[in-house]
């Protein structure tokens, strides 16, 4: 089976920057996913790690560690927008590669 | 316009009702995906079909089902629903070749069932 955990909620400051991690434990793993959802819309697709390291795209980096089933985003220069939750989701290996999603963290920007 | 349409976007039903959600793409991807989400649980696995003839069951597939008309068509019926089949409903797309193979959701669906 799989089991990933990323924090409920946090709260960060407009221009600060802001570390949301993610743990999962699976077997068979190819690659991990994170995606943005605004309150009331679709996912949308932010970044995948397959190989340990920083993965860096503009504000946003994530990072993975295989050997300690880990994984963060980093958001930079915080804007009143990325207010959303922000969905850490693993892929497993094999045919189907099926993908297994995390309860999400919901991040609330404040001035 | 959107690669990736559901309909409809909200819908209000009564328990024991037969519901069709129905979703389309034009992005001409082999994968489609049908998922919920309920606050505090995430996005959970119904169905999903990587082509015309293959369908498969996801992690809470009782009480639904799919039919895939096309490449382009992924429908998913409630046969009697439930109260507790209330939720936001999205429907997804991917495609094996893709670098990532990365899933392109739609706009969702909230059902509720009263």
């Known amino acids: 089976g799989q089991n990933i955990d990323q924090p409920t909620e946090m709260t960060a400051t407009e221009g600060a920057i802001v570390q949301i991690n993610c743990t999962y434990q699976?077997?068979?793993?190819?690659?991990l996913f994170w995606y943005q959802q605004h309150a009331g819309e679709a996912p949308t697709f932010l970044s995948y790690n397959v190989l340990d390291g920083l993965e860096e795209k503009g504000r946003f980096s994530s990072f993975l560690s295989r050997s300690k089933g880990y994984s963060y985003l980093l958001l930079k220069e915080l804007q009143m927008k990325d207010s959303a939750s922000y969905l850490c989701?693993?892929?497993?290996?094999?045919?189907?590669?099926?993908?297994?999603f995390g309860t999400g963290t919901k991040l609330q920007v404040i001035p | 316009d959107a690669d990736v349409t559901q309909t409809p976007r909200n819908r209000i039903t009564k328990t024991g009702k037969r519901i069709m959600l129905e979703c389309s793409q034009t992005k001409g991807h082999d994968r489609m995906y049908w998922y919920r989400q309920d606050p505090g649980l995430g996005l959970r696995l119904i169905y999903y079909s990587f082509d015309v003839k293959d369908i498969n069951k996801g992690e809470i597939s009782d009480g639904y089902s799919v039919s895939r008309q096309a490449q382009a068509k992924f429908s998913l019926s409630l046969e009697s629903a439930i109260p507790n089949q209330t939720a936001l409903y999205f429907c997804?797309?991917?495609?094996?070749?893709?670098?990532?193979?990365?899933?392109?959701f739609g706009p969702g669906t909230r059902l509720t069932v009263l």
């Open positions: 997804a797309t991917s495609d094996a070749g893709l670098s990532y193979n990365e899933q392109f």
């Open positions: 699976t077997s068979g793993f190819n690659g």
């Open positions: 989701a693993v892929k497993r290996s094999g045919g189907y590669q099926k993908v297994t």
